[in-house]
């Protein structure tokens, strides 16, 4: 009796380890596909379209504070707001001497980056397969079996062993003339893609991470709702098909679940802010020695003070230095931080002691020179992001289908902090001490 106990448990917990392992999740990001791009009939995405039908969508995902891609990406893997994971630019802010001005650093690791668990280290710690393509904050993650990361030197912080298999497949171009600096963004999210499907298709992962960043180049250069960003749409829905059709050739597209969002949606803007040549009108930066700075991230700017011995002196007066400037529309302290998901300087170094919200039609920019503190824009249709979470413009598109998924579902205004646990929860993990909760409307009763 007791050997055919053990003999039943056994079978249980080895069918039970079967089924979860036959679990897979694609998280796909089109970077700066807006909600209301989605809403919108003239965007070209007949493929997001017809999944959205046989899946569950929502009218928009509110993003997190600043919305900008790094931050948002690993709040859509961590379920946490910044004030949490940390990230808060495209790269690590680090301060120098006295004085001296604070810049952004990409070329770090994921162990310096990120303050919270993601997903894939969730996955990978429960024996679960993983993969990264152009994904932020991922550079040598010991977490991600497959990893092609989001830096400017990704080719060469390829895993090795995914790497020479992309140069053996063609999807990598070889040869002594390769320069990945020169590839066009057209071709280099191309290659990404081909690279999603590779690893799909030979590996099967249970858990994937795509970041396709053709749209935010390309509505930065010429702006949203115009005739380049429509076709920039067109160009990865078709990419979402060769997903797809990779998926059938693996025989695990029923297996699968899918998820499409963004980090950020996009807005035009007119007028460009330039507060640090305000900063130096006022005397605060001179040469050699940046007293004050600001960090811009298009509709936001974090405000530093470079000598933090004058820097309780100095706040006040730096803020009432800017409110009611042109083209500003808040200036935000400390105090209020908590309210929108960022934390304070004495938590986090990394932030600034103010923060500058652009206007709808402003963005700000970083020259420290010039005789404009506000300029006309470098175009006659530019895009921007970074905007305060709560502006519609930002909010960003989100799409789920596949297995598990109820067809149909259409949900409201949901908070980007509710990817990774919902996601987590397919695959039958859980995201510990995730600011956001499972999207329990749009799953089907787990088996």
């Known amino acids: 009796m007791r050997r055919f106990t053990l003999s039943v448990l056994l ?64 709040t859509l893997v961590t379920g946490v707001m910044p004030a949490k994971h940390s990230v808060l630019f495209n790269g690590l802010l680090v301060r120098g001497e006295a004085g001296k001005a604070v810049r952004i650093d990409p070329a770090r690791d994921q162990s310096e980056l990120v303050a919270a668990p993601t997903i894939w280290d969730v996955a990978h710690k429960a024996g679960r397969s993983t993969a990264g393509i152009n994904w932020p904050c991922t550079r040598n993650s010991p977490a991600l079996d497959d990893n092609f990361p989001d830096v400017a030197d990704q080719i060469d912080q390829i895993t090795p062993t995914l790497k020479q298999e992309l140069l053996k497949a063609k999807i990598l171009p070889g040869g002594s003339q390769f320069d990945w600096y020169r590839q066009s963004a057209p071709q280099q999210d191309h290659i990404w893609t081909q690279a999603a499907c590779w690893v799909i298709r030979h590996r099967k992962p249970n858990l994937m991470v795509l970041h396709m960043l053709l749209s935010d180049t390309v509505q930065h250069q010429y702006g949203p709702q115009t005739l380049a960003a429509f076709a920039t ?37 007119v007028k460009l802010i330039q507060p640090n040549v305000l900063l130096s009108k006022e005397g605060y930066q001179k040469p050699g020695q940046m007293q004050v700075q600001v960090v811009a991230e298009g509709g936001c700017a974090f405000v530093y003070f470079n000598d933090r011995k004058s820097a309780a002196e100095l706040e006040p007066k730096i803020a009432e230095l800017f409110k009611g400037h042109e083209g500003i529309a808040d200036v ?28 709808d039609g402003y963005s700000f920019g970083p020259a420290n020179t010039g005789n404009e503190i506000v300029e006309t824009a470098p175009g006659s249709n530019v895009g921007s992001h970074g905007y305060i979470n709560t502006n519609p413009k930002m909010y960003a598109t989100f799409v789920a289908f596949g297995r598990g998924i109820k067809k149909g579902v259409k949900l409201g205004v949901i908070q980007n902090t509710s990817v990774a646990p919902t996601a987590a929860k397919l695959l039958g993990l859980e995201i510990p001490g995730a600011d956001g909760s499972v999207l329990s409307d749009i799953l089907e009763e787990q088996r």
Not at 49 to 62: D, P, T, V
Not at 238 to 267: C, M, N, P, W, Y
């Open 11 to 74: 079978s249980i917990l080895l069918c039970s380890f079967a089924r979860a392992d036959d679990r897979h999740v694609i998280i796909i990001t089109m970077d700066g596909f807006a909600a209301d791009r989605f809403r919108d009939i003239r965007t070209p995405i007949p493929t997001i379209r017809q999944l959205a039908a046989e899946g569950a969508s929502a009218e928009g995902m509110r993003v997190a504070n600043p919305s900008v891609t790094w931050p948002n990406h690993t």
């Open 233 to 269: 749409m067109a160009v990865l829905d078709s990419q979402l098909r060769d997903l797809l059709a990779a998926l059938e050739d693996a025989v695990i597209r029923d297996k699968t679940t899918i998820f499409i969002t963004a980090d950020h949606g996009f807005a035009r803007y």
């Open 332 to 359: 935000i302290t400390s105090d209020r931080f908590a309210g929108f998901g960022l934390p304070t300087p004495d938590k986090n170094p990394r932030m600034g002691s103010i923060l500058l919200a652009a206007k």
